[in-house]
């Protein structure tokens, strides 16, 4: 939609939800909601779109499996077909990977299936693991994202979740280049004395602003090595990189980098 206005088409956005990017941080989705109607989008949040009048019209309303010509392979419920933690299907010797196991529908978790279903069907003993996959919106901003967002970590843990926030306008690298909208947010999981020792774990982190989708996997390997959110705070980063700012928010974990760093909330 966005591509289409600045190529000159008048578009209109029909939303059903009350937000756009429903799965993703509420500030995201009205970074992006700010920025689309800045190009002169009509966005209908909360819309019924029965009835349109347009030249053409886009509908991206998911995906279903189209799999009635596989025979021999059990299916789940939803149409797509079953498999293990090795992409193994019910028959021992077929492997599947991809959107037709109706998993992580991305492009990169589909190459992780591919990977682990040919090293298995070559007599491997790999297995797929989908615990630290990020995510990427490819709007202006961008919006990445990877693990659970602030009100599914609060859900699960409660009270012992924490909240750095850095908007952009605090980062050097956005400023030089003019983009200072969105904002870095990092969600942690803090448990005893080590936990405030050393930023505790790292539950989530989503970034949204000029190349969020380059800044986001330093989030991604530290939940993927189980290392402690404060080593992003430690790791010495060049300046003036726009991957400062993940520094800058990690900091915000501890007393000592929150008098550093204006604008930046931490919230308990």
């Keep these: ?145 990877v693990g659970l967002t602030e009100a599914a970590a609060r859900g699960r843990y409660g009270k012992r979740v924490e909240v750095a926030v850095l908007p952009m306008s605090a980062v050097d690298r956005a400023k030089i280049l003019g983009r200072t909208e969105g904002f870095m947010k990092l969600v942690v999981h803090r448990r005893g004395p080590l936990g405030r020792a050393t930023g505790g774990r790292l539950l989530g982190a989503h970034v949204v602003g000029e190349g969020a989708g380059e800044m986001i996997h330093e989030a991604v390997l530290v939940m993927q090595s189980r290392a402690f959110a404060g080593r992003l705070a430690q790791a010495i980063h060049a300046y003036p990189t726009a991957s400062v700012g993940m520094q800058q928010t990690a900091a915000l974990l501890f007393p000592q980098g929150r008098a550093q760093v204006p604008g930046a909330q931490k919230l308990p």
Excluded: W
Aim: hydrophobic share 40%.
């Design 1 to 145: 939609a966005q591509a289409f206005a600045r190529l000159g088409s008048q578009v209109t956005v029909y939303e059903k939800q009350d937000r756009l990017l429903g799965s993703e941080e509420p500030e995201a989705g009205a970074a992006v909601l700010a920025s689309l109607r800045a190009d002169g989008l009509d966005v209908r949040l909360g819309a019924d779109a029965s009835d349109i009048d347009a030249d053409l019209v886009l509908l991206a309303a998911g995906r279903r499996p189209a799999l009635d010509e596989i025979d021999g392979l059990v299916l789940d419920d939803d149409g797509y077909v079953k498999t293990d933690t090795r992409m193994r299907t019910s028959r021992s010797e077929v492997y599947a990977a991809g959107d037709i196991t109706g998993g992580v529908q991305y492009t990169h978790s589909a190459a992780q299936e591919g990977m682990v279903a040919g090293a298995n069907a070559a007599g491997g003993r790999a297995r797929v693991s989908e615990r630290v996959i990020p995510r990427v919106t490819f709007t202006d901003p961008e919006v990445a994202s």
